[in-house]
């Protein structure tokens, strides 16, 4: 088992793509840069909620546009942290 920066436990995790152009999440986008990121990334946690009695759920939400949820992009940076050692 590798161990990735601050991720000890067992861990899973989410990865999703959500389209930023999407009719649905322009009041979001206009507003605040990743803003749809972070709520899919929130909805992600709410549905995986049962999983973190067990282990620490990460999720990784990626805009089209190229941003990353905040919890998304730190897991991915300890990630590639531990695979350059």
Request: aromatic residues 8%; hydrophobic residues 40%.
């Amino acid at each position: 088992m590798c161990h990735v920066g601050r991720y000890s436990n067992t861990l899973t995790h989410s990865t999703n793509t959500v389209d930023t152009l999407a009719q649905s999440y322009l009041p979001m986008t206009s507003q605040t840069t990743g803003a749809v990121a972070e709520a899919a990334a929130d909805r992600k946690t709410a549905k995986y909620a049962p999983l973190t009695q067990s282990y620490l759920f990460v999720p990784i939400a990626v805009k089209t546009m190229g941003a990353i949820n905040r919890v998304g992009k730190q897991f991915l940076s300890d990630l590639e942290g531990a695979l350059r050692k």
